[in-house]
C-alpha cells in the first residue's frame, strides 16, 4: 500500500513571501498522479495542482508549481508571491493510474498560514 | 464544469438514529463515487468506493453493516449512517472522478462534505 507524509504540521509566512510545503510518498508502483489540495475553512477540497508520474517535466499553475523528484519520491509544493488567501490546510496526495477506479491517499496535511 | 453537491451540510441526531447523506454529480456523470471521512484536525481517510450498479467496496477497518452506501443513479450516490453513535460524529465527503480528457479521470473533485453531530 502507499503512504504519503507531510512532515510540516503548520508553516507561516509573510505576505508576498515564497513558501514550499513539502511531502514525500512511497509505492512500488510506476503510474501514478500526485496532487496538491487546498482545504480553507470553509472545508470545501479544492485542487491546486496536479502531476502525472510519467512526465518529466515539473506542473505550474500560475502561483504553484512543484518540484518532482520521482527517484526520491518527493513531491513539493511551491507557492510564490504568497497572499492571505492561501491560507488553508494543503493536502499531498497520491492515486495510482487506474482511471478513476481507486481513491485518494492523502498526507496529514500542513496547515499554511499567511500573515499580513 | 465537475461540481459535486452534498446534502445536509450539517446534520445533528440523536444517538441510535440513522442518517442519510447525499452525493451528487451536477454536471457530469459518475459510475464511480467516493466517501471519505475527516476527524477534527486530521487528514481524510477514504472509507468506501461507491460503484453504480454493483456493491460498494469498503476500506478496511470500515464497517458495511453501519455505513450503507447506495450508488442509485450515475449522478447520486447515498451514504447512511445507520444507529450512529458519538463516535460517528465527523466530516463526510465525497468526491467523484474526472470525465477524462484534460482533467484526467484520476482527477477527484470534490463534494463541500456534510459535518455530522451526534448527540
Known amino acids: 500500500a502507499q503512504t504519503v507524509t507531510q512532515s510540516q504540521p503548520e508553516m507561516s509566512v509573510q505576505e508576498a513571501e515564497t513558501v514550499t510545503l513539502s511531502c514525500t510518498y512511497d509505492?512500488?508502483?510506476?503510474?501514478?498522479?500526485l496532487f496538491w489540495y487546498k482545504q480553507p475553512p470553509s472545508r470545501q477540497m479544492i485542487l491546486v495542482i496536479r502531476?502525472?508520474?510519467?512526465?518529466?517535466q515539473n506542473a505550474t499553475e500560475n502561483r504553484f508549481s512543484v518540484n518532482f523528484q520521482k527517484a526520491a519520491k518527493s513531491f513539493s509544493l511551491k507557492i510564490s508571491d504568497s497572499q492571505l488567501g492561501d491560507t488553508a490546510m494543503y493536502f499531498c496526495?497520491?492515486?495510482?493510474?487506474?482511471?478513476?477506479?481507486?481513491?485518494?491517499?492523502f498526507g496529514k496535511g500542513t496547515h499554511l498560514i499567511i500573515q499580513p | 464544469g465537475a461540481v459535486v453537491s452534498q446534502h445536509p451540510s450539517r446534520v445533528i441526531c440523536k444517538s441510535g438514529t440513522s442518517v442519510k447523506i447525499e452525493c451528487r454529480s451536477l454536471?457530469?456523470?459518475?459510475?464511480?463515487m467516493f466517501w471519505y471521512r475527516q476527524f477534527p484536525k486530521q487528514s481524510l481517510m477514504l472509507m468506501a468506493t461507491?460503484?453504480?450498479?454493483?456493491?460498494?467496496?469498503?476500506e478496511q477497518g470500515v464497517e458495511k453493516d453501519k455505513f450503507l452506501i447506495n450508488h442509485a443513479s450515475l449522478t447520486l450516490s447515498t451514504l447512511t449512517v445507520t444507529s450512529a453513535h458519538p463516535e460517528d460524529s465527523s466530516f463526510y465527503i465525497c468526491?467523484?472522478?474526472?470525465?477524462?480528457?484534460?482533467?484526467?479521470?484520476?482527477?477527484?473533485?470534490f463534494g463541500p462534505g456534510t459535518r455530522l453531530l451526534v448527540l
Open positions: 468526491s467523484a472522478p474526472g470525465t477524462g480528457g484534460r482533467v484526467g479521470r484520476e482527477t477527484q473533485y
Open positions: 509505492t512500488s508502483e510506476n503510474n501514478y498522479y
Open positions: 502531476q502525472e508520474a510519467y512526465k518529466q
Open positions: 496526495a497520491f492515486i495510482y493510474s487506474g482511471g478513476g477506479a481507486d481513491g485518494l491517499t
Open positions: 454536471d457530469f456523470q459518475a459510475t464511480t
Open positions: 461507491s460503484n453504480e450498479g454493483s456493491k460498494a467496496t469498503y
